[in-house]
């Protein structure tokens, strides 16, 4: 069974700090590695996607891909009262683009 | 451009009866793919669609079954509902661009009751 772990939360962090979310994965042959933000009672929403080993920006937001440790991670800079939501970590699995396997989600909170 | 469409956004039904939940993927993306998500167990994969067939499958009983047509609209169906199938069910839509760089978008989900 592959699996994605995602560091324990909640996670608590106050406004204008910088959040870190963390996700491993187990299937050695994945490619594609994402982070959807989900606000509660709503559905995942696509905030990053990361292909190849290093960092990606993209304004306040920045994932990192080591593949060769298994591990992702979402760097928030600055965070926002709105950034509160769980952030999901979803890996592609089973050889396959259109399958996802997720973490079980970190609760974010940012406080004012 | 519009998102991913699904309907109906709620539904309660009784135990042992079943259900079909519509999907409308984004226009051009011809990859429908369906999860389900609980408190307990998160996010999980039930199948996905390409052209028509079934291309991926999760580890779901029989009582889950799909099936896409030929415009890319994908419909789910439960039969025999139990309690613990109530959920959120979620459609997602994806191009088919093939290889690494594939993005996957989430439809708004169908919230199921079974009571």
């Known amino acids: 069974q592959k699996e994605v772990e995602q560091n324990s939360g909640p996670l608590s962090v106050p406004e204008g700090a910088i959040a870190s979310l963390n996700c491993t994965y187990s299937?050695?042959?994945?490619?594609?590695f994402f982070w959807y933000r989900q606000y509660s009672g709503k559905s995942p929403e696509l905030i990053m996607s990361?292909?190849?080993?290093g960092d990606k920006e993209d304004g306040r937001f920045t994932a990192q891909l080591n593949k060769a440790s298994q591990y992702v991670s979402l760097l928030i800079r600055d965070s926002q009262p709105s950034d509160s939501a769980t952030y999901l970590c979803a890996v592609n699995s089973g050889g396959s683009n259109y399958k996802l396997t997720f973490g079980k989600g970190t609760l974010l909170t940012v406080n004012p | 451009k519009a998102g991913v469409t699904q309907t109906p956004r709620y539904l309660i039904k009784t135990r042992g009866q079943q259900v079909t939940l519509s999907c409308s993927p984004i226009?051009?993306?011809?990859?429908v793919s369906w999860y389900q998500q609980t408190p307990g167990q998160g996010l999980q994969f039930l199948f996905e669609?390409?052209?028509?067939?079934?291309?991926n499958k999760g580890n779901f009983p029989g009582r889950f079954s799909g099936r896409q047509f030929s415009n890319s609209r994908s419909e789910m169906n439960v039969s025999t509902l139990e309690l613990g199938d109530s959920a959120l069910y979620l459609c997602?839509?994806?191009?088919?661009?093939?290889?690494?760089?594939?993005?996957?978008?989430f439809g708004e989900g169908s919230w199921l009751t079974v009571v």
């Open positions: 226009s051009g993306h011809r990859s």
């Open positions: 299937d050695r042959g994945s490619q594609s």
């Open positions: 997602a839509s994806s191009s088919n661009t093939g290889g690494a760089g594939n993005t996957i978008y």
């Open positions: 669609y390409f052209s028509e067939t079934q291309r």
């Open positions: 990361i292909y190849s080993n």
